[in-house]
Structure formats: C-alpha cells, structure tokens
C-alpha cells in the first residue's frame, strides 16, 4: 500500500482552507499542520517515514549537520488548480538531485519513489494550505541531515529526512517586475571542486555578506562571477541566470560550481520548444552590456528579470517563458511535457 494510503488519516484535519490573507502572502514561514520524517543509521536505508505534527526537532549538540555541515535541502512547490486538484512539478527531479548531492555529502538517500511519496503524503496533510488558484503556491522543504552525535570529522552514525511546507506568494516582493542585481567580482559563492553543484546547506550562508552589502546600496541580490577569472557569470544567490540576445538565450555551463536547477533545466526545453537557439557556455560579465535580456530562474522565483546596464524592464522573452512555464505549473494549459503530477483530494 502506498505511503499516502497508509497515512492518508492525516488527511482528516477540517476541510475548508486555512483563515489566511491569501492576497498578501510573502515568501517567508506559516507553520503548517504536519511534517514528515523518516530516519536511518550509515551504511542502512531508510525505513518507512511517519507524519507528524509540525513543531520543533531534537539534536544532539554533537550532530554532524550542526558541528560540519552534512546537510542538504531541496524546494518544489504544489498549486492548487481550479478543480481543487493539486499539481506538483517534477518532483523526480528534485529526488534525483539530492541522490547526488547526497553521493558527494557521504550521506544515504531515499530513493526516487520514497521521495516522491513522502512528498506527495507531506502535501496532502497540508492540503489546506494550499493557497487557492491563482493566489501563491505550497513550498516544500525537503531536508536531510546528519542528525547523529559525531565529535572528529566524520560520515554521522545516523541521518534524517525531513519535509515541512509553507503557503508563500512571490520570492521577490517586486513579483515579475524587473529586480535589480549588483555584479559581485570578489566574494564568491562557490569554487572548483567544492560543493556549488548540490544543495549542501553551506551554500547559502557563504552568501549573506554579499547579499547585505548588496541591500544596502538599494539593489535586490547579487549576481556572483566565476572564482578563477572573476570574469563570467555563474549565479544569482539562490537563482540561476540567463542571458538573450536576439533568438538566443545563453546560460553558464553547469560544471560543478553551478547548481544544475530544475526550473532553469525546464525553461532551457521551453524556450527550445517555442523556437529559441539555447545555448550552456562560458558568459562573460561584458556581454551583459550588449544583451537585449537578463533573467534568474529558480524554484521559489520562477522567472525574475533583472535589470543590468540599462538593460531594464520585463522584456518579451522573460515574459513568455515565464508565462508559459507558470501556467503549466498551475494546471492551465496542457501538459504536453508530462512534467506535472496530479493529486486529487477525496
């Protein structure tokens, strides 16, 4: 019987939605009602998870994830449909990616469908959080850790895999209107060889600096360049970047300093899809001066354009990629990518 069988009791919190501002919601923490967890020990797999409910988790001060960083994360959304159905997107994806990260993290993972299950059982607990059609979407955190007490440098003795969700509107407040991004040439956030290519929790942190200074003259985020040359473009803080000119839109090569995103991995097929030449490569921060576009892509953004060099506004391309992704993430056209599972509630 499928995870979501076994635990759909938790389905039977009340039915109507949650009594939220649904207009005004952030990108920022609504506990929920539920959060699932499932643990094993190195060298082991993980056993079947359970729900709980939401509420704080207990460490071992000695914890690998808390003394050395043995942590991952992943983030995937759900959207309500105007049947009340509820669409994920590329789910899979996700679990693949933190199969890999957890390979270069020395950490056990669960596989693909034990992913997507506990998934789709976290969502289904929390259905009611679901925003409405049209208004904002349910983030879902994947997390795993080394949980277990380690003192030397070295794999935890056991591990967790936890998922909670939030109701969230848009990450940026300013929506798809443009964002504006400061070309950061000395902080890097990630070097040859090291973690830039996975989740690993201590990606993000290392970005904070950047990003305050950033703040503070006024602009949105940081777009950071490679860490040899300091001089072509690798990401925004937590966003992949794409540039255009004329029919072609260019990314950076993913070669292990980029994360692979899915949403940038999806709008890539797109744009190929509706006649546009893409392209992975080496970008030099000059090009920015001559490019008709520049846009971030990323889970919790989708599509932001930013605003570089005079290059302003949400140009044609951003605007159509970004509509035709969101309304197939949102159930409003056909699928014809198969990139959506449904979920239907009883």
């Not at 979407?137 to 939030?166: D, K, N």
């Not at 992949?240 to 004329?246: A, C, I």
């Not at 090009?287 to 989708?302: I, K, N, S």
Request: hydrophobic share 40%; charged share 20%; glycine share 10%.
């Amino acid at each position: 019987m499928e995870l979501v069988q076994k635990l759909s009791n938790a389905r039977d919190v009340q039915k109507e939605l949650v009594d939220i501002d649904w207009d005004n919601l952030g990108f920022s923490l609504t506990p929920t009602d539920y959060m699932y967890v499932m643990k094993c020990c190195r060298g082991e797999h993980f056993s079947d998870g359970e729900l709980r409910r939401f509420g704080n988790i207990e460490l071992s001060p000695s914890s690998g994830v808390l003394n050395y960083g043995q942590g991952l994360y992943e983030g995937l959304k759900a959207y309500r449909k105007k049947d009340g159905n509820i669409l994920l997107f590329r789910p899979e994806e996700n679990a693949m990616r933190i199969q890999r990260g957890a390979d270069r993290m020395c950490m056990p993972c669960p596989p693909v469908q034990q992913f997507v299950e506990a998934v789709k059982a976290t969502v289904l607990a929390n259905h009611r959080w679901i925003p409405p059609a049209g208004k904002g979407s349910l983030y879902i955190r994947p997390l795993l850790m080394g949980s277990g007490a380690v003192l030397g440098l070295a794999p935890a003795p056991e591990y967790t895999f936890l998922i909670y969700v939030s109701p969230v509107g848009n990450y940026f407040k300013e929506g798809l209107a443009p964002i504006n991004l400061l070309v950061e040439a000395e902080i890097h956030r990630a070097t040859p060889g090291g973690t830039g290519g996975i989740k690993c929790i201590g990606n993000y942190a290392a970005v904070l600096k950047a990003q305050a200074a950033a703040k503070a003259k006024d602009f949105t985020d940081v777009l950071y360049l490679d860490s040899i040359r300091k001089k072509y473009l690798e990401e925004v803080s937590s966003c992949n970047v794409f540039v255009v000119k004329d029919n072609v839109i260019s990314t950076p090569a993913v070669e292990g300093t980029i994360l692979p995103g899915i949403t940038r991995k999806s709008i890539m097929d797109v744009a190929r899809s509706q006649g546009f030449k893409v392209e992975e490569r080496l970008i030099a921060v000059d090009e920015l001066l001559e490019a008709d576009e520049v846009f971030c892509t990323g889970t919790a953004v989708v599509v932001s354009p930013g605003e570089l060099y005079g290059n302003n506004g949400v140009g044609p391309v951003s605007q159509q990629v970004y509509s035709t992704l969101i309304n197939l993430q949102m159930g409003l056209t056909e699928d014809t990518m198969g990139w959506t599972l449904e979920l239907k509630l009883k």
